[in-house]
């Protein structure tokens, strides 16, 4: 997948040429190694996460590392002139881990918060369900701990999103959500600095029940609602467009007073 990225051909690629928006790709955590490629940026912390549902994902420190890769990258592409940052993620089975953020920063329960990600069956769901659970009692996350809690349910991607995030609103750029792991992430932000959330648009509505969970909590409305649940920043790109013609309606049409009718 990190390969088909970097190599043009998938839909986040195919999307981002037609709304003008280019891709990058960072690795904080993909579990092999890769090929070096002009769009990778290399940040690994550990080659993935450890099972939440028996110990911590990871400790903290490679939790704020994380953090801070997703925000160095930010930070330079804000530096190139990009203006828009929007959010994607590509990981092996992080809907789970998103769920579980999801519930401890909402306080609701794993079943409100955790879906079918791929398209699991009814016996896998329950049993995904009761990872969460599981994680959630081992853990008592407190959501005043947002690292801890980042640190002990999330992923490398959730937290360099996070980093995104919090780069974003420090330098007045906003940044756009895609799914329900950016939504989670969202939340991560949102513990660490809670006026980061005011440089937030939420692209669309995932399939995912966190990802509406979420979104209520953080205040966001959806731009889009289209039953989405591919990732990779796919459903935030295609809400670029209506966010490009608002600027333009708030930065170029006319007030009547502005008028000269004669």
Do not use: W
Request: hydrophobic share 45%.
């Amino acid at each position: 997948m990190v390969a088909n990225f970097c190599g043009d051909g998938a839909a986040v690629n195919a999307i981002a040429k037609s709304v003008g928006a280019r891709v990058s790709v960072l690795d904080v955590g993909v579990a092999t190694d890769l090929p070096r490629h002009p769009r990778l940026r290399t940040a690994r912390v550990r080659p993935g996460t450890d099972d939440l549902s028996r110990k911590p994902a990871m400790n903290r420190e490679e939790a704020a590392r994380a953090l801070m890769s997703g925000a160095g990258t930010a930070e330079e592409l804000i530096g190139s002139g990009v203006d828009l940052l929007v959010t994607g993620d590509m990981g092996i089975g992080n809907t789970t881990p998103a769920a579980a953020l999801v519930s401890a920063f909402t306080g609701r329960p794993p079943q409100e918060t955790t879906g079918r990600g791929t398209g699991i069956n009814d016996e896998t769901l329950s049993l995904k369900r009761g990872v969460v659970e599981e994680a959630l009692a081992l853990h008592g996350p407190d959501p005043d701990d947002p690292l801890g809690v980042l640190a002990a349910l999330g992923g490398l991607e959730h937290a360099a999103i996070a980093g995104v995030i919090l780069a974003g609103a420090a330098a007045g750029v906003p940044v756009v959500l895609d799914g329900v792991i950016s939504n989670s992430a969202a939340l991560v932000a949102q513990g660490l600095a809670p006026d980061s959330t005011g440089y937030l648009f939420a692209g669309h509505l995932s399939a995912e029940p966190g990802a509406a969970v979420a979104l209520e909590h953080l205040g966001l409305r959806p731009l889009l609602d289209l039953g989405l649940r591919l990732g990779e920043g796919t459903g935030g790109l295609l809400a670029v467009p209506l966010l490009q013609a608002a600027a333009r309606v708030l930065g170029e049409m006319a007030l009547l007073e502005d008028l000269d009718l004669g």
